[in-house]
């Protein structure tokens, strides 16, 4: 039976704590899940003590910082500053012996940029390292990222020998803008064999990454699971941008993918 993680940034102990706490109460409450943490830089000291009291789940998975707060793998004058960010992630991944430490594919430099990309993710030397493939775009519409096609993943993975989170949102909107078919792009990465899934609902026709609730969307949700994901699998629920009030989003998403896990 696959198994859904439920994410939360570190940042949320301090800015939402009571989410936080119901968040971490739910997942503990149950066998079939586990906890992805995002990894806010510079926020390890004040938060880790928080989770470190607070998480029974015995998986969690960490993500490392990515694009947003600055880091990219394909900018060689960022070398140190990546490596200072992904250090912090290795320090909660360390607190709880995480498998899984996801890292995004870089952006921008064209062919260059992918080089660096490959580069960067041999020389971080980590073999709980786990790189995800992204959408064809950054938020600026122009900037173009890297790791948007199994091709390109499968470079950065034979060079680093690294794992694979497979994002399914990502893959729809690479394949809308690189003009190939979804179901095609999805069975390549499939093919790879990840260690972990991302899943959200979306919109299957364009190039656009709004990690909408299950239901919401148009995204084959049910055929994903049956045709795409392992049947031990580990997928994350990334659902919902907002920020959170009440975790009842989150809980009806988990109904709703086990419903669907279970038929």
Known sequence: MIKLGMKLFSGNALEFPEFSRDTLEFINSREDMFLELMVVPGSYEDTSG?????????LVVIHNAHEAYGFNAADSSKREENKKM??????FADLFASPIIVVHAGNDFGKAGL???????????????????????????????????????????????????????????????LG?????????????????????????????????HYGEGNFDLDGYLRKYVADDGLVTMETGQDKPVTIEPWVRDYDYLRRLSRR
Do not use: W
């Open 86 to 91: 992904l250090n912090e992630s290795r320090r």
């Open 180 to 212: 190939v078919p979804v179901d095609g792009m999805l069975a390549e990465f499939a093919a790879l064999r990840p260690d972990l899934y991302h899943l959200c609902d979306g919109d299957v026709r364009t190039t656009e990454d709004d990690h909408l």
């Open 115 to 177: 080089e660096e990309t490959i580069l960067q993710f041999s020389g971080f030397n980590d073999s709980r390292v786990a790189v995800e493939n992204l959408p064809i775009f950054c938020d600026d519409k122009i900037t173009k990222m890297h790791g948007l096609t199994a091709a390109e993943i499968r470079m950065i993975q034979e060079a680093s020998g690294c794992k694979f989170c497979f994002d399914f949102s990502h893959a729809v909107c690479s394949a809308c803008g």
């Open 50 to 58: 928080f989770f470190k009291n607070m998480v029974r789940t015995p």
